[in-house]
């Protein structure tokens, strides 16, 4: 079952049928949590250019590490550094996986690559999305990459952000919900079901939860009942580990790994 609808394909045409026993699992791409996925892609993989993705899920019965292995060699990720930036200079694409559970996503930046190729040849092209367009959903996130607001004056380049966001559908829910308990929980139940809104911080984000806010104390008011500060909102967000390092090369004192 795919996870996503915008940008997710079914399993079969990613896919490699090679055999792959003899490949370097160095390559650190299984994320800890939802927060780690969003973190790692939107502080690290957008700001450096890979802004091509295409997502997807692996089938139950099928063991994500064998996909794991299978999709880093098919596409060449397990690289260098130096390697990163040789392609680059001859213009080659460098791709990045990253999986969560039994969700993934592949990532190819500017350039030439495996992966932008069509299916009939071994790539995704087909279905490649851009983030600049169509951003990625994932688990009620939605994540892009935007022009700044600011247009930039003495013939400055425009500057570009990432962009990370409750999408649309999951943010009308989350405040349907808070408005029917607006009324019928106290202060400080409702303040609970706040604290629980799983999604990292981020500045839209902070925005959002504070329209629901004051949503909600606009109905209570009317009601004369107790208001509720924005201290329930837990505004601050906290980076957090990203990736869990495969088994078979994970040494005992670097078994996670946090993004850039």
Same mark, same amino acid.
């Given at each position: 079952?795919?996870?996503?609808?915008?940008?997710?394909?079914?399993?079969?045409?990613?896919?490699?049928?090679?055999?792959?026993?003899?490949?370097?699992?160095?390559?650190?791409?299984?994320?800890?949590?939802?927060?780690?996925?969003?973190?790692?892609?939107?502080?690290?993989?957008?700001?450096?250019?890979?802004?091509?993705?295409?997502?997807?899920?692996?089938?139950?019965?099928?063991?994500?590490?064998?996909?794991?292995?299978?999709?880093?060699?098919?596409?060449?990720?397990?690289?260098?550094?130096?390697?990163?930036?040789?392609?680059?200079?001859?213009?080659?694409?460098?791709?990045?996986?990253?999986?969560?559970?039994?969700?993934?996503?592949?990532?190819?930046?500017?350039?030439?690559?495996?992966?932008?190729?069509?299916?009939?040849?071994?790539? =995704?092209?087909?279905?490649?999305?851009?983030? $600049?367009?169509? #951003? +990625? *959903?994932? /688990?009620?996130?939605? &994540?892009?990459?935007?022009?700044?607001?600011?247009?930039?004056?003495?013939?400055?380049?425009?500057?570009?952000?990432?962009?990370?966001?409750?999408?649309?559908?999951?943010?009308?829910?989350?405040?349907?919900?808070?408005?029917?308990?607006?009324?019928?929980?106290?202060?400080?139940?409702?303040?609970? =079901?706040?604290?629980?809104?799983?999604?990292? $911080?981020?500045? #839209? +984000? *902070?925005? /959002?939860?504070?329209? &629901?806010?004051?949503?909600?104390?606009?109905?209570?008011?009317?009601?004369?009942?107790?208001?509720?500060?924005?201290?329930?909102?837990?505004?601050?967000?906290?980076?957090?580990?990203?990736?869990?390092?495969?088994?078979?090369?994970?040494?005992?004192?670097?078994?996670?790994?946090?993004?850039?």
């Amino acid at each position: 079952m795919n996870l996503l609808g915008d940008g997710a394909k079914p399993w079969k045409t990613v896919l490699s049928s090679d055999g792959l026993s003899d490949v370097n699992m160095a390559y650190p791409c299984e994320a800890q949590s939802p927060a780690a996925v969003v973190q790692l892609i939107a502080a690290s993989y957008l700001r450096h250019g890979f802004y091509w993705y295409v997502t997807g899920s692996i089938p139950d019965g099928k063991d994500p590490a064998v996909i794991d292995r299978k999709l880093i060699a098919k596409y060449g990720i397990d690289v260098s550094e130096w390697e990163h930036r040789h392609r680059k200079k001859r213009g080659v694409a460098n791709a990045h996986y990253l999986r969560h559970q039994r969700w993934f996503i592949l990532l190819v930046s500017e350039g030439h690559h495996a992966l932008k190729q069509p299916a009939a040849k071994g790539g =995704e092209g087909e279905y490649l999305r851009d983030c $600049r367009r169509q #951003p +990625i *959903r994932f /688990q009620g996130y939605s &994540i892009s990459y935007r022009r700044s607001g600011v247009t930039p004056t003495g013939g400055a380049s425009i500057k570009w952000h990432a962009h990370v966001r409750i999408d649309d559908d999951t943010y009308r829910q989350l405040r349907d919900h808070l408005l029917d308990l607006a009324t019928h929980r106290s202060a400080e139940n409702l303040a609970r =079901e706040f604290a629980r809104i799983p999604f990292a $911080r981020y500045a #839209p +984000i *902070r925005w /959002q939860l504070l329209n &629901i806010l004051r949503a909600v104390n606009e109905r209570r008011k009317q009601h004369n009942f107790e208001l509720l500060n924005h201290s329930v909102l837990k505004l601050r967000r906290t980076p957090v580990l990203v990736c869990v390092r495969p088994e078979a090369t994970e040494s005992p004192d670097s078994t996670l790994q946090e993004a850039a």
